[in-house]
């Protein structure tokens, strides 16, 4: 089916933003998005239309949602210009991203794995996380695997996480999924925790600080108030905001603009994942 997107979507740029670990770009312009057993190849066709491979009721139902289309991020980013220069700038470089709403126990075990990892290091530790406990899926061009669910991943043991090149970070992981299986983490109830308490609840898992604490909070229950700092964010606030911090200035959208601005710095800078 086709569908027109009339507000800021900008593929590849959601792609490189690091908020999920699992997009694939074809070289045909498609990219691949995947969350829990549901898979969605879409195409930018004109300037707001799109091909896409999903069913009209799974757009709206689902990926819509997965997408945040219900937020105007050119509103935010109009009614965010001119408290920060430097944040203006990185909106205008980071225009098209948007916040992805991904499933509440993928995003807390991909970003422990994620930590002192680059991208592509990443990448390929989620795949084979996947391969080894996911499901499998096959769809007229490739083969790929779903995230596993907390059952599937209950029978890995440390050494199995270890021969995964999870390193430290395995015990981590085993320990967000027997919180996870025994709802002393109960990812739904969470949704009605402030955004305070939320990042409290999620610290009590092993290994999750404020960062992936944050980068949870933000990317699958939408507490767009949250700002997760990494290196990249500090190195933005100590050299191009003169030692303060912007966020404070944009509330409610604060995680919004660490998007933008995630993204600038990484680009200014240059990575290899560029």
């Given at each position: 089916?086709q569908t027109?997107?009339t507000?800021?979507?900008?593929?590849?740029?959601?792609?490189?933003?690091?908020?999920?670990?699992?997009?694939?770009e074809?070289?045909?312009?498609r990219f691949r998005?995947?969350?829990?057993?549901?898979?969605?190849y879409?195409?930018k066709?004109?300037?707001?239309t799109?091909?896409l491979?999903?069913s009209?009721?799974?757009w709206?139902?689902?990926?819509s949602?997965?997408f945040?289309l219900g937020r105007n991020y050119?509103k935010?980013?109009?009614?965010s210009?001119?408290?920060n220069?430097?944040?203006d700038a990185a909106?205008?470089a980071?225009?098209?991203?948007?916040i992805?709403?991904?499933d509440?126990?993928?995003?807390?075990i991909?970003f422990?794995?994620?930590?002192?990892k680059n991208i592509p290091?990443i990448?390929?530790a989620?795949q084979?996380v996947?391969?080894a406990?996911?499901?499998?899926?096959?769809t007229?061009c490739e083969?790929l695997?779903?995230?596993?669910?907390p059952?599937n991943l209950s029978?890995a043991?440390?050494?199995d996480?270890?021969?995964l090149?999870?390193?430290?970070?395995?015990?981590?992981v085993l320990d967000?999924v027997?919180?996870?299986?025994t709802?002393e983490l109960d990812?739904?109830?969470?949704t009605?925790?402030?955004s305070?308490e939320?990042?409290?609840?999620?610290?009590?898992?092993?290994?999750?600080g404020?960062?992936?604490?944050s980068?949870v909070?933000?990317?699958?229950y939408?507490?767009?108030?949250?700002?997760?700092v990494?290196?990249?964010?500090?190195?933005?606030?100590?050299e191009d905001c003169?030692?303060?911090?912007?966020?404070?200035?944009?509330g409610?959208d604060?995680?919004?603009?660490?998007?933008y601005?995630?993204y600038?710095?990484?680009?200014?800078?240059g990575t290899?994942y560029?």
């Amino acid at each position: 089916m086709q569908t027109e997107i009339t507000d800021d979507f900008d593929l590849t740029k959601i792609a490189k933003s690091g908020q999920c670990f699992r997009v694939r770009e074809f070289d045909d312009g498609r990219f691949r998005f995947i969350s829990k057993d549901h898979v969605l190849y879409l195409k930018k066709t004109g300037e707001t239309t799109y091909d896409l491979s999903c069913s009209k009721e799974a757009w709206q139902n689902f990926w819509s949602g997965y997408f945040d289309l219900g937020r105007n991020y050119k509103k935010i980013r109009r009614e965010s210009r001119g408290k920060n220069s430097f944040a203006d700038a990185a909106m205008d470089a980071g225009e098209g991203i948007r916040i992805l709403r991904q499933d509440p126990f993928e995003t807390p075990i991909t970003f422990l794995i994620s930590q002192r990892k680059n991208i592509p290091a990443i990448q390929k530790a989620v795949q084979d996380v996947c391969q080894a406990y996911g499901q499998k899926i096959t769809t007229d061009c490739e083969t790929l695997y779903t995230f596993p669910t907390p059952e599937n991943l209950s029978s890995a043991t440390e050494t199995d996480l270890r021969e995964l090149r999870l390193g430290y970070r395995a015990p981590y992981v085993l320990d967000a999924v027997r919180r996870v299986e025994t709802h002393e983490l109960d990812l739904t109830a969470l949704t009605a925790l402030s955004s305070s308490e939320l990042l409290d609840s999620l610290q009590s898992v092993k290994g999750v600080g404020p960062k992936v604490a944050s980068c949870v909070a933000l990317f699958s229950y939408g507490r767009c108030d949250c700002v997760p700092v990494d290196v990249w964010i500090h190195r933005a606030i100590e050299e191009d905001c003169n030692g303060c911090s912007p966020f404070p200035l944009y509330g409610e959208d604060a995680g919004i603009l660490q998007q933008y601005i995630f993204y600038y710095e990484r680009l200014q800078k240059g990575t290899e994942y560029f």
